[in-house]
């Protein structure tokens, strides 16, 4: 009977410790670390789909001011990744999309204003292929200025 309850009264002891629900800075770092992490997934996603079909294409991209812009930038460049056209690109699609989910929750979470995704309308391309490039490349220049640019990830 001792055993028992000695080890009930240690469980119960350490228990506060080892099972108390995150602070709110525990979750934005936690996010933040995420969102850097699925940035540097979708970089190497991109560089595999590179090496298939190498082309160096020049893009310039929005400065990231905040989570506001961040999750502006990343909306647009999911609805721009999203096309019947191509197969390809899913992957990458779906890694811009899950980064921008997080970094909405992020924003949500400090309390950021943050626009509605806009509703994606079927546009005709008439160079498809090529417009997919140029999106990887605007994608590929933006997330690799993520992670350099983490702290602004803490601002709205």
Known sequence: MCVPLALLFVSLMAAPECSSLPTKTDSIRSNIHSIVNIAQITLVHINKLNNKTPLQVEVSTPPMNGLTDISLYLGHLDDELQSPF??????IQADVSSLDSRVRSL??????????KPSVEPRELLFPDSQHYVTLAKVQHYLENLPPNKEKLKVC
């Open 107 to 116: 924003a949500l979470m400090l309390d950021c204003p943050i626009q509605d």
């Open 86 to 91: 191509t197969n390809r690109l899913s992957q």
